[in-house]
């Protein structure tokens, strides 16, 4: 079954630090752009990063000011999240896609996970 598979959320207290792991199974991912989103109860899906297929083109939303690093390893075929100086708005359940780019450029993501809770309380 080919899917993503994210692992490493938990529960940490306000200014600790988690990082989160996406995987493939049943294929390789390199050639595939990732983004990690979160969803928190009761508010809309938002993009929390991006990677290029090759690495060398990084995005990050607003809110991660600094906060977070993105980066890949595909012989490993994992993208990795390291977030640290957490936030209690930052609790949600945090998912990763890989996509493909289209002849326009942009990318179409086709792959998905289940996604992974991360809660910051103290």
């Known amino acids: 079954q080919l899917q993503l598979v994210e692992s490493g959320g938990g529960l940490v207290e306000p200014g600790g630090s988690l990082t989160l792991s996406c995987s493939a199974s049943?294929?390789?991912?390199?050639?595939?752009?990732i983004a990690w989103t979160r969803q928190a109860p009761g508010k809309e899906r938002e993009t929390v990063s991006f990677i290029s297929p090759t690495g060398d083109r990084k995005n990050y939303g607003d809110f991660v000011k600094g906060r977070f690093t993105i980066s890949r390893d595909d012989a490993k075929s994992t993208v990795y999240l390291q977030m640290n100086d957490l936030k209690p708005e930052d609790t949600a359940v945090y998912s990763c896609?890989?996509?493909?780019?289209?002849?326009?450029?942009?990318?179409?993501?086709?792959?998905w996970g289940q996604g992974t809770q991360v809660t910051v309380s103290s």
């Open positions: 896609e890989a996509g493909l780019a289209d002849s326009s450029g942009a990318y179409e993501y086709i792959y």
């Open positions: 049943g294929f390789a991912l390199e050639g595939y752009a």
